[in-house]
């Protein structure tokens, strides 16, 4: 699924920070711009529209998983898979390009966003397991819409 329209994106944005906040997180604002380039000038990447555009609305959902478990962190703590697993993980380095941004259940799993050439969007979302490299959503928004439907399904 690919949300192309801008609006429709920030419709998804404020009806998941809507969710954390009546879950009652204490949800942040969004990132600021310099920092968004910081993190683009540190990877030498182009943040996709769909990526940018989330970060903007809210920097992750705050100290705490909500009652769903899930973190998703803001973009200071975002990262490389390779940085995140370190040697004991055989599949630290399956994932080029790949960016962790949410774990779930105090990282019993996490999740990484492949961010592609094209900045219209963003790549598939994998779940990072332990396991063989599989993809639960074809891109963040697809990852953010079955999330916001039901979590759930992402695992």
Known sequence: MRITDPLKRRRLWNRVKKGWEEDG???PG????EKITAFEQR????MPDDLRE???TTDGNG???????FQFWPLEEVKLVSEELNDVHKDRHD???CFVFADYFDWSWA???QLAVDRRASGPVYIIDGHARRIVAGSFVEFM???????????
């Open 30 to 33: 969004g990132a600021t711009r």
């Open 54 to 56: 989330y970060f903007l």
């Open 43 to 46: 990877y030498a990447i182009t």
């Open 145 to 155: 819409t079955g999330y916001a439907d039901d979590s759930n399904g992402l695992y």
């Open 111 to 113: 999740y990484a966003v």
């Open 95 to 97: 994932y080029p390009g």
């Open 63 to 69: 100290e705490v998983w909500g009652s769903d478990y």
């Open 25 to 27: 997180l204490q949800v």
